[in-house]
């Protein structure tokens, strides 16, 4: 049986995937790297579509770093256009997925034309409960902190009350549950800036696959080795089958 026909037992309820390979897709295929781009967005659609279909309630893809300003201006302009093109293409697919689109990252110093398709998308969706996507633009997550702690002192909020719940409360993903799982593609293993504070305790998982060919098959694979994971949090391994048995 293929293993997206079944259901992992336990699914992450915040699942952050680092799109990670384009580049190396479209070498391997003696295509430009543009074309790994745009393979890569025509991926995001069945990757999002899939994590709705399992009821993941967050999902958060990381579509363009802080770093990622020092690629040529000839790619960084392909990445903007194909987010332009995703926005206007799948808009109503997830109007009609009820999923919330939202950003995180330093929105403001993008593009005026990916500003506007952005502060457009997240107005019609806004109401979307079933799932929300977060795309992560120009995001980085020591700029993050910085940013927090900017925002902290800004407040004059008591020492005493700075607490990692009120760093937690300062960042982009305020108020939502930190990712239980952090996947990323293309063999590469490490985090990249990406969700510095929220991904304390997160499983990682490095796939082979570059994003392109990260379909949902390969989601599935990398849901049931997260769903094998035995998760701790500090605790021993007594306490944690003590805890589900109580
Ligand atoms: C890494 O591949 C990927 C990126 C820098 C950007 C991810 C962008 C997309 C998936 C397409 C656009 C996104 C949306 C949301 C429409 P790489 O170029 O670093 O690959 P390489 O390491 O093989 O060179």
Redesign the pocket.
């Known amino acids: 049986m293929l293993a997206q026909n079944t259901v992992p037992a336990v699914l992450p309820r915040h699942l952050a995937i680092?799109?990670?390979?384009?580049?190396?897709?479209?070498?391997a295929r003696g295509l430009a790297?543009s074309d790994?781009?745009?393979a890569?967005?025509e991926?995001?659609r069945t990757i999002v579509t899939e994590c709705r279909k399992l009821a993941i309630p967050y999902l958060t893809?990381?579509?363009?770093?802080t770093e990622?300003w020092k690629?040529p201006q000839t790619?960084i302009s392909v990445?903007f256009t194909?987010?332009s093109?995703?926005?206007r293409k799948e808009l109503p697919l997830l109007q009609a997925q009820k999923i919330r689109l939202q950003t995180i990252g330093q929105i403001e110093e993008l593009p005026f034309a990916q500003r506007t398709a952005l502060s457009h998308a997240l107005h019609v969706t806004k109401d979307n409960t079933a799932m929300t996507l977060n795309?992560a633009?120009n995001y980085g997550g020591r700029s993050e902190l910085v940013r927090a702690v900017r925002a902290i002192v800004h407040e004059g909020i008591e020492e005493e009350a700075i607490t990692e719940e009120c760093l937690a409360q300062h960042l982009y993903t305020a108020g939502q549950p930190d990712p239980d799982c952090v996947i990323r593609t293309?063999g590469?293993q490490r985090l990249s800036n990406y969700l510095l504070f929220q991904s304390a305790y997160s499983e990682l998982i490095f796939s082979q696959a570059?994003?392109?060919d990260f379909d949902a098959a390969q989601l599935h694979m990398a849901l049931e080795e997260y769903a094998g994971r035995k998760r701790r949090f500090g605790k021993t391994q007594e306490q944690v089958v003590s805890c589900v048995t109580d």
């Not at 390979?21 to 479209?26: C, D, E, F, K, L």
């Open positions: 680092i799109m990670d390979g384009n580049g190396r897709w479209a070498q790297r790994g781009h745009r890569g967005a991926n995001v893809l990381y579509a363009f770093s990622n690629r790619e990445l194909l987010l093109d995703f926005l795309l633009l293309s590469e570059y994003w392109p």
